[in-house]
Every structure is written in C-alpha cells, then in structure tokens.
C-alpha cells in the first residue's frame, strides 16, 4: 500500500528549519546538526557536494526510491547551508515563486544581464 503524499507547501521546510535553528550553538556531540553547523561554511559545503554527488549517481542508476533518499539528504544539507547564512527556505520559495511562469531561457538570460551591468557599476564602466 503506498503512502499518501504530504501535502505540497512549506510547512516541513519551515518545521526542518526550525529544528535546524534550534541546534544551531548545541552539543556537537550529541547533535549532528550542531556539529555541522560548528564546523563551519567548508565541511557544510562539503557535505553539499558530496550529497549532490550521491543524487546524481542514483539518478544515473535509475534507483526511483534512492533518488527520493539522496534528493532529501540533498534538500536537508541545503538547509543547514541556508541556516549557516542566516537565510530562510522561504526566500528560496519565494525566488521560486518569482520565477514562476516565467521562461528558464528568459529567466538566465535576465539573470546575465543583471550580472554584466554589476560588473560594469563596480569597474566604473557604461554598459
């Protein structure tokens, strides 16, 4: 019998945040979160990639139930990077949300754009 999908809004990333936050100045010892989030911004972006990697591999095998594991492995490391930085899953949805409906191909172009004109602010430079 399969399980029924939780709904689809914010509130596990909301409550996962919450956790995360909670642990954050905890007992490295006893929290893997805390012990994370002490070791700092390279051992979490460490972990990231590693995780990262780990879905791709699954993805490659076409193993559907370790592409659902890795992915949450992948989602929960992104929110101690998230937390590590004093950001919120919220902003992300709402970057998300901004997107929406909007072309990918439009969306990196728009995003290229926004990056040349940084550039050519920070040089002193007409665009």
Known sequence: MKTPDPPLNDSILRGLAAVIESRRGGDPDASYVARLLARGEDAI????????????????????????????????????????????????LAELARRAGTSGIEEKASRKAQEREAEHQVKGTGP
Not at 45 to 66: F, N
Not at 80 to 92: D, E, F, K, N, W
């Open 45 to 92: 972006l460490k972990k990231i990639g590693e995780e990262a990697t780990e879905t791709v591999m699954a993805a490659k095998d076409g193993a559907h139930q370790r592409i659902v594991a890795e992915t949450a492995d992948l989602w929960f490391h992104c929110l101690v990077m998230l937390a590590h930085y004093g950001l919120s899953p919220q902003q992300v």
